[in-house]
């Protein structure tokens, strides 16, 4: 049996790669997880650290000291973004615990990017370039580069900076491989291309990586004075999260919450979304309840209004998950957004129009009465016009106040709808049956 | 005003950069869109389209001769791999007249890739690989490169390929650059390194491209021969399509769709979402018809009743976000569902306990009668439970019927939670009053 266990413990330390090991961290239940982790060496659990989620992070460095802390995050083998990327999931307190027993070097590295927030091109970014002087030769920049013990794998570029440290060129690696030792790399560097400054939105970068087909970019600050470089691994990072974050937060979930937290954990987490949803479900439930009577007098209704008010939901979320993804991914802005709003708005009466046509039939005939259809059909198609001016309008009002249109989006477009569903249709009715 | 059409024709054709103006006509309304398309060159029309969404291009490509397409997808200013995107959108019979009208060379390549599904390592792939041999010195190297016009701006390593043209290797431009010019590419290339056969599927491809960080990586055949190379830009774009994909289809909607479709093409693909969804609307109606006795007698049902379907949906949903956004990242798999399944039936307990109780107190003081407490209280806790169970089975089910979960999950997860609420709560109700 403890021959076995080696096994397992050989292929833990040395046969798999450490993404392949935080992945396999990622994919275990809480029980499974803790073994395995304990079969790991000191020295390679510390190297995983960067694959793995920021709650799998939280959990393992709880039980560390803050020397243990600075150890594992500078200890050479992480990329000091990622070890600023780790510490920030440390609370305040702790995080300045482990700055203080850090030597001054490592924490004057780590404090210039902890100044930026996560979010920005500043906490994105990595202190490692490897920069050049333009009036140099070719020859003389190869001869410089094997000086060096080795340089980053993800170097496309050689980043040009001036006496005073300022961004003034690219030097392309293709290109110094291709070109003429003898010529400057003034002659042949390039200066075409965007400077990122430190605080710009992670989100632009993402979008400038993806629309220029970066690799590698320079961040410099307000004086265009280089701090250090963004490469396209922590952009693909950004990519995904943001791409996660709409999905997730649409139903109420976080999309850097461990899939595989216990089950206390989660529960806590999805009672909150549920309460708020309940909430919402009673206000319409109110609604219908100022109906009582004319419910009492006809039963069909009841029968018949979830359609409407289901039918509004769905048409509405389309539009809402349209305008998120394309506010998101930058294609929607003001100046186009109230094209959108006339195109949905006309798409919302076209569909109306059409599936209020197939329910008031199929009602009228089901209930073998006519008004019960004109009143279903007519309540559908209100609904579903409201629902699409809700959903194009939600997103941009919600970010104009700061609050995430992903997470908040979908629970106030269910209300809306709920309730202008049950309110159309059943006043539409008292009042044609007669009822008030 | 024909100075102020110049200025804007110049910034189009000179000023933007081809990301930028393929980003603008993305987020152009259909009249716009045009105006500034006829204002371009024709040649800066063909550059822009690896820029352009599918439909865009597909909108744009409509009104060519083959001719003009062949020109424009091989004019040695577009990637082929990138060539073949666009052709790939175009209806197969238009693809085979202007592969007809190339000339032999740019076919061969263009069907080369053509050959392999789009979605597959072979589809990414380029075909502009940098390749050297194993026994020869970095001088040697560094003088081949430097014979070259150009190479690739994304070319982090130089492929070792053997005599028969295998891939043996790979040499890092960065340990390149710092090496001993007389060491030989044997001593120091990379041999431990996953292998991309053309037929990996590509989010598979993605996933290692993520988990490794990989800036470009080699494609083999089923024999070990290069075949070319996939580089990360291209896997961006899968990333963002497949996340993008999870959100929304979940709303009956599709990634590649141009937002900014006019109204009619809209309308009428939302009506095919809007008409599924009323078939399932009016099954949960059918389902309420069956206790209309019941409902006629105790109206405080009809007005309850939303709040037990609506309450299984949103608890499903949150499972079924879950486990598609898991098993598309690779975090779910067969092994761990079965304890995932059981965490989320406990956290559909706990909070059916909870939020039942809620419910059940409410109710029974608003309408004066415990008895309608107990009902909805016990409906909301089997639902929630049953709602979790769909959400954590619905995805591995589909998907192993072959049917896409992001799509089909949502409509079929809201008619079991519409179906059992109302069937559940109705049916009790119908009991515990006597009224069966």
Same mark, same amino acid.
């Given at each position: ?11 833990? %330390? ?23 982790? /304990? ?15 920021? #709650? ?9 000291? =803050? ?36 030597? @001054?070097?490592? +924490? ?7 100044? *930026?927030? #996560? ?13 050049? +002087? ?14 060096? /013990?080795?340089?980053? =794998? ?11 440290? #300022? ?11 291709v070109s003429d030792p003898s010529i400057t790399v003034r002659e042949i560097m390039e200066t075409d ?15 400038l990586f993806e629309r220029e087909d970066l690799v590698t970019a320079p961040v410099v600050d307000g ?10 691994? @922590? ?22 919450? @461990? ?10 987490? &999805? ?53 998120? &993804? ?6 929607? &802005?003001? %100046? ?23 329910? =008031? ?46 997470? =908040?989006?979908?629970?106030l477009l269910t209300t809306i709808t709920d309730v202008v569903g049950y309110l159309v249709f059943l ?5 044609? *049956?007669?009822?008030?």
């Amino acid at each position: 049996e403890s021959g076995a266990l080696n096994q397992v413990s050989r292929m833990l %330390n040395h046969t798999l790669s450490r993404a392949e090991l935080g992945h396999l961290l990622e994919s275990s239940p809480p029980r499974t997880r803790k073994i395995l982790w /304990e079969l790991l060496d000191k020295k390679r659990q510390s190297k995983i650290l960067p694959f793995l989620g920021d #709650e799998l992070i939280a959990d393992v460095l709880r039980d560390m000291s =803050a020397e243990e802390v600075a150890d594992v995050t500078v200890d050479g083998d992480i990329d000091i973004d990622d070890a600023v990327d780790i510490l920030q999931v440390l609370p305040e307190k702790v995080t300045q615990d482990v700055l203080n027993v850090m030597d @001054d070097q490592n +924490r004057q590295r780590v404090e210039a990017i902890l100044s *930026y927030p #996560e979010d920005t091109a500043g906490g994105l970014m990595n202190t490692d370039t490897v920069t050049i +002087r333009a009036d140099i030769t070719l020859d003389v920049v190869l001869r410089y580069l094997r000086r060096h /013990e080795s340089i980053p =794998a993800t170097t496309d570029n050689l980043i040009v900076v001036n006496r005073k440290d #300022e961004l003034i060129g690219l030097l392309p690696i293709s290109i110094l491989l291709v070109s003429d030792p003898s010529i400057t790399v003034r002659e042949i560097m390039e200066t075409d291309f965007h400077r990122i400054t430190a605080d710009t939105p992670d989100d632009q970068v993402a979008q400038l990586f993806e629309r220029e087909d970066l690799v590698t970019a320079p961040v410099v600050d307000g004086n265009g004075k280089l701090l250090g470089r963004i490469t396209i691994d @922590d952009v693909v990072d950004v990519i995904r999260e943001d791409a996660d974050h709409s999905l997730m937060s649409m139903a109420g979930l976080d999309e850097e919450d @461990d899939i595989f937290a216990p089950v206390f954990k989660t529960s806590r987490r &999805r009672a909150v979304w549920l309460g708020i949803n309940l909430l919402t479900a009673f206000l319409a439930s109110a609604v219908i309840g100022m109906f009582e009577a004319t419910l009492e007098k006809v039963v069909a209704l009841a029968i018949l209004m979830p359609i409407v008010a289901s039918m509004g939901g769905i048409a509405g979320s389309q539009t809402l998950t349209l305008v998120i &993804r394309g506010i998101a991914t930058g294609h929607i &802005r003001n %100046n186009n957004l109230s094209w959108l709003l006339s195109r949905e708005i006309l798409v919302g009466l076209i569909n109306g129009l059409l599936w209020g046509s197939a329910v =008031a039939i199929t009602a009228a005939l089901w209930f073998s009465d006519i008004t019960i259809g004109f009143i279903i059909g007519g309540a559908l198609l209100i609904n579903l016009v409201i629902a699409v001016f809700s959903g194009s309008m939600l997103p941009s009002l919600l970010k104009s106040m700061n609050i995430d249109p992903a997470l =908040a989006g979908s629970v106030l477009l269910t209300t809306i709808t709920d309730v202008v569903g049950y309110l159309v249709f059943l006043g539409m009715a008292t009042l044609f *049956y007669n009822l008030a």
